[in-house]
C-alpha cells in the first residue's frame, strides 16, 4: 500500500478525529478551570506596597501635636480642606446612614454634617487625643475609635460613604487600604479624599536641597515623599471604583519666614516620617535654607511694612464609588448617531426638543 493510501486509510481519519476532540475538551477544561482559580482584580495585586514611613514615629508626631495649647493656631489649612470636602459631600443628594472619616483628627470633615447629609460618623484616628477633642455637627450620631489607616477593620458592605482629609498620604500600604475601603462599602457607596500631592512646600524643599549641597556637599531626605496625582487614579482603576473623579487645588500661604513654614509643620503634626530621614537638622542647614528660601521666593508688602515667603501646598481631591447596577454605564463603541465634528450644526441636527420639568432637588 503506498504512502498516500495510508495517509488516507478510514482507520487513521478516525484516530485522528478522536484526538483532535480530546485536544479540544482538555483546552475547553484547562480555560475552566484558569477561569474558576483567577483572583479578582485588586490594588494589591497590580500596585505593591512601599514601607517608606515610621508609623510609630507618625502616632507619635501626632499625638505630641495634638497635646499642644497652641495647636488651635496651625489648625487653617486642615480647616479649609475639611470645609472643600464636607461641600462635595453636601453636592450628593443623598442622607448617608453609616459613614467614616479616616484620619479624622478633630473631625474636620464631621463638623460641618448635618443630620440631612450624614446621619451617623464613625471617626478613625491614631490619636485619643485628637478625638476627644473632635467635632462633629449638631444631631449626628458619632463614634469614636482609635484605629491605624493601614489597618482599617469594618464588616464588608456596611458603610455607604468613606471620607478623609489630609491623612491617607502617610499610609504605606495604600492599595490594600484602597482595597479594604472598597470591601467595607455597600455597591453604590461613595469613597471621598484628600491627600497633599508633590508640589506640597516644594519652596522649602528646594531650599533644604540647596543648603544641604552648600553645606554638607549632598542631599538628604529632609520632607517627606508625597503621593502624584496618576498614581491616584491608577489606585481608584485598580481597586475597581467607578465614576472617579481627580482634581488638583493649590494653596499658597504667606509666613514671615521659614522658620514659621517648619514651625507651622511640626505643629500639625506633619514633620518628617520617612524611614530615611536625618536624625537632626544641623543649625548651619538651617541658616543656610532660611537665607536661600527668602532670597528666592521672598517677597515685600510695603503696604504692610514687611516681607514674607510663600509656602505651597497641592490638594489632590478624588471620588470614587464603588459598583453598582444602578450607576450610569457608556454606551457600546460605534453606538453614536453624531459626529463631534457636527457639533456646529447641533441645532440643525436636534429638531424635536422637548421641556423637562425641574424637581426640587434640582432647585436646590
Not at 63 to 88: F, M, Q
Not at 210 to 218: I, P, Q, V
Not at 299 to 310: A, H, W, Y
Request: with cysteine; hydrophobic share 40%; net charge neutral.
Amino acid at each position: 500500500m503506498s504512502h498516500n493510501k495510508l495517509l488516507l486509510h478510514p482507520a487513521r481519519i478516525h484516530v485522528t478525529n478522536k484526538l483532535l476532540d480530546v485536544s479540544k475538551h482538555l483546552r475547553n477544561y484547562v480555560n475552566i478551570l484558569r477561569h474558576k482559580t483567577t483572583k479578582p482584580k485588586t490594588a494589591s495585586s497590580v500596585y505593591r506596597s512601599m514601607n517608606i514611613f515610621d508609623r510609630k514615629a507618625k502616632a507619635l508626631q501626632r499625638e505630641r501635636s495634638a497635646r499642644r495649647d497652641d495647636y488651635h493656631l496651625v489648625e487653617h489649612i486642615k480647616e479649609e480642606v475639611g470645609w472643600r470636602t464636607a461641600d462635595r459631600v453636601f453636592d450628593i443628594k443623598r442622607t448617608f446612614k453609616n459613614a467614616v472619616e479616616l484620619g479624622a483628627s478633630r473631625g474636620y470633615v464631621s463638623r460641618h454634617f448635618l443630620p440631612d447629609s450624614v446621619e451617623k460618623i464613625t471617626l478613625c484616628d491614631t490619636s485619643q487625643t485628637h478625638l476627644d477633642k473632635a467635632i462633629v455637627g449638631d444631631g449626628v450620631q458619632v463614634e469614636k475609635l482609635v484605629m491605624d489607616e493601614e489597618n482599617i477593620d469594618f464588616p464588608e458592605n456596611s458603610l455607604d460613604l468613606v471620607v478623609s482629609s489630609l491623612a491617607l498620604h502617610w499610609v504605606n500600604d495604600l492599595p490594600g487600604c484602597f482595597d479594604k475601603i472598597m470591601k467595607s462599602l455597600m455597591p453604590d457607596g461613595v469613597f471621598m479624599a484628600t491627600v497633599f500631592g508633590g508640589d506640597t512646600l516644594m519652596e522649602l524643599r528646594q531650599a533644604l536641597q540647596l543648603a544641604d549641597t552648600e553645606r554638607l556637599g549632598g542631599m538628604a531626605p529632609h520632607i517627606s515623599p508625597f503621593t502624584r496625582i496618576r498614581d491616584i487614579g491608577g489606585l481608584l482603576t485598580a481597586a475597581g471604583f467607578t465614576l472617579q473623579t481627580v482634581d488638583v487645588d493649590s494653596m499658597t500661604l504667606w509666613y514671615p519666614s521659614a522658620w514659621h513654614v517648619m514651625w507651622d509643620a511640626r505643629a500639625m503634626g506633619e514633620s518628617n516620617a520617612a524611614h530615611t530621614r536625618p536624625l537632626r537638622l544641623s543649625r548651619d542647614v538651617q541658616f543656610s535654607a532660611a537665607a536661600i528660601y527668602d532670597e528666592m521666593y521672598g517677597k515685600d508688602f510695603p503696604e504692610r511694612n514687611s516681607r514674607g515667603v510663600p509656602a505651597t501646598f497641592q490638594i489632590i481631591n478624588f471620588l470614587g464609588w464603588k459598583p453598582d447596577p444602578s450607576q450610569p454605564k457608556p454606551l457600546e463603541r460605534g453606538s453614536g448617531e453624531v459626529s463631534l465634528k457636527d457639533l456646529h450644526r447641533i441645532d440643525e441636527i436636534v429638531k424635536e426638543t422637548k421641556k423637562v420639568q425641574l424637581t426640587e432637588d434640582d432647585m436646590k
